[in-house]
């Protein structure tokens, strides 16, 4: 299996280097800068990941998009997308790649302990588990973890997709579903260490709602079949 390591960045200059260090110990490294205002995309590069640069920031999902595109028109079979704020843990790479080779899933969502969360992290990471949950007509483990590997076919599925933002990461797991693809979960570290928040509150949770909403009628009298879930 022929992997890469996709790691959507905005403003990233911090942490960058140490995120595409720690993950060329595994695979080759795409960055997709979303229009940054620091030298992300220069210290990338030093680093040794091959950089895509978006001017003007279009939105993580517009990164991950792209950085999709460079994937299939580079022949590889699934891409594992981790952030550039050191969020995630270049070291479980393997385990997403393990479980990949194994079972083949087309997604595979790193899910965290939310009781390990600053209290208003935790919150808003409940509320979303438990309307998404509700919207999908299952539970969902995480659905705003940005830790996750995808397959192939689902990455072409997905390059028609409409969201821009960090509602592309519930879309992914919706046409997961839709298409009666597979979905697996492997449990990942939950890092904080300060890192400032590129999410706008009110503009997440206005799109939040609106996904989960959209997610609850597309999928109205639908129950993922026993062979979706792993």
Known sequence: MRLLAL???YNEAAAIQRVVTESL????ALVVDDGSRDDT???AEAAGATVLVQNPNAGKGAALR?????????DYDGVIALDGDGQHDPAEIP????????????????????????FWRWLGNNLGFAIFSWAMGTRILDNQSGYRLTSR?????????KESGYEFEMEEI?????????LAWTPIRTIYAGEASH????????????????TRMRLRGRHPSAQTWA
């Open 25 to 28: 110990r595994h695979l080759p």
């Open 7 to 9: 790691i959507p960045a």
């Open 95 to 118: 385990a997403f790649a393990k479980l990949f080779e194994m079972e083949q899933p087309d997604l595979i969502i790193g899910y965290r302990s939310f009781d390990e969360m600053p």
């Open 174 to 182: 919706v046409s997961c579903v839709e298409a009666g693809y597979r």
């Open 66 to 74: 792209r950085g999709f595109a460079y994937a299939l028109e580079n």
């Open 199 to 214: 999410i706008r509150p009110i503009h997440h949770i206005v799109n939040f709602v609106r996904v989960a909403w959209q």
């Open 153 to 161: 076919r689902l990455m072409e599925r997905l390059l028609a997709g």
């Open 41 to 43: 995309a220069s210290l």
